[in-house]
Nanobody, 121 residues
């Protein structure tokens, strides 16, 4: 079992910043990709940013230049620094990770419980 726990959401004014963090724990041998998704009310969940084990990153066009994803492989954590936030960034943000379990027990593909980000004046 691999668990992901997010933190750092909240209410922020337009133009403000927030930093989301996610820590993975459990039977982990290695983590390949770590991602942040978001889901706004009435919309489908969408990929916001991803980072590979080697540090390669990808971003949704809507957040390029404003959001930065990073990870600490030693601590099994991934973060999302969000700057210049807009009302349309309001959503529940989910952490996602996939990789190999310890003891040769196969692979994991896990999601966090989500954290609310609200951008409003």
């Amino acid at each position: 079992q691999v668990q992901l726990v997010e933190s750092g959401g909240g209410l922020v004014q337009p133009g403000g910043s927030l930093r989301l963090s996610c820590v993975a724990s459990g039977s982990i041998f290695s983590i390949n990709g770590m991602d942040w998704y978001r889901q706004a009310p009435g919309k489908q969940r969408e990929l916001v940013a991803s980072i590979s084990s080697g540090g390669s990153t990808n971003y949704a066009d809507s957040v390029k230049g404003r959001f930065t994803i990073s990870r600490d492989n030693a601590k099994n954590t991934v973060s999302l620094q969000m700057n210049s936030l807009k009302p349309e960034d309001t959503a529940v943000y989910y952490c996602h990770a996939f990789g190999s379990k310890r003891t040769g027990a196969g692979y994991f593909d896990s999601w966090g419980q989500g954290t609310q980000v609200t951008v409003s004046s």
